[in-house]
């Protein structure tokens, strides 16, 4: 599987950006997650959708703000992040694991990843 996530930028404390995660190969039947990676930290889950997006879950700390959803006709998984704060700040990855993988080792096909970065 191929995976190129777009849609990061720099924004301000309280604003909004939308993430976009288009594979190509293998897609279907599984569930879908996001992951984010801060300066000096290791891989943070954030999001996971289920297979046809009828169950989502969410770290504690993103709940309530981002919201994850899937086009399957597209190959094709987005996070809307909304009141960004400044700990939201690092690349966001995805990947076809449930809650997960939050070790590099965990999957072979990583995308190059889409930097967020949320100034105060």
């Known amino acids: 599987v191929q995976l190129v996530e777009s849609g990061g930028g720099s924004v301000q404390s309280g604003g909004s950006l939308r993430l976009s995660c288009v594979a190509s190969?293998?897609?279907?039947?599984?569930?879908w997650s996001w992951v984010r990676e801060a300066p000096g930290k290791g891989l943070e889950w954030v999001a996971t959708?289920?297979?046809?997006?009828?169950?989502?879950y969410y770290a504690d700390s993103v709940k309530d703000r981002f919201t994850i959803s899937r086009d399957n006709s597209k190959k094709t998984m987005y996070l809307q992040m909304n009141s960004l704060k400044s700990e939201d700040t690092g690349r966001y990855y995805c990947?076809?694991?449930?809650?997960?993988?939050?070790?590099?080792?965990?999957?072979?096909?990583w995308g190059q990843g889409t930097q967020v970065t949320v100034s105060a």
């Open positions: 959708i289920s297979k046809v997006g009828r169950e989502t």
């Open positions: 190969g293998f897609w279907a039947s599984s569930h």
């Open positions: 990947a076809p694991r449930f809650k997960g993988p939050t070790n590099r080792a965990e999957f072979a096909d």
